[in-house]
């Protein structure tokens, strides 16, 4: 069974800035690409940004500049700086990655989400 739990979200001012974890747990063979998905109230899930095995990354226009996705893959973890935050970044903030586990092949998982808000 694999879990990925996130934290680090909570009530910020507008310019403030946070940083998200997201730690994969159970029986990882090796994790693939990974990624940070936000929905806003009333919207739908977005990407924000993502990042392969190699490191390559991409971000949503409105995360670019701000946000800085990592992984660390000595413990599971992605994280996701976000500097310069605004009203308009309040979401619940999910992490999700591809997994190959010892069970079967890879295929996507999902944390829990965690809500970030931005005071102005």
């Known amino acids: 069974q694999v879990q990925l739990v996130e934290s680090g979200g909570g009530l910020v001012q507008a310019g403030g800035s946070l940083r998200l974890s997201c730690a994969g747990s159970g029986s990882i063979r090796r994790i693939n690409t990974m990624a940070w998905y936000r929905q806003r109230p009333g919207k739908q899930r977005e990407l924000v940004a993502g990042i392969t095995t190699g490191g390559s990354t991409n971000y949503a226009d409105s995360a670019k500049g701000r946000f800085t996705i990592s992984r660390d893959d000595a413990k599971n973890t992605v994280y996701l700086q976000m500097n310069n935050l605004k009203p308009e970044d309040t979401a619940v903030y999910y992490c999700?990655?591809?997994?190959?586990?010892?069970?079967?092949?890879?295929?996507?998982?999902w944390g829990q989400g965690t809500q970030v808000t931005v005071s102005s």
């Open positions: 999700a990655a591809d997994i190959l586990t010892v069970a079967g092949p890879a295929r996507a998982y």
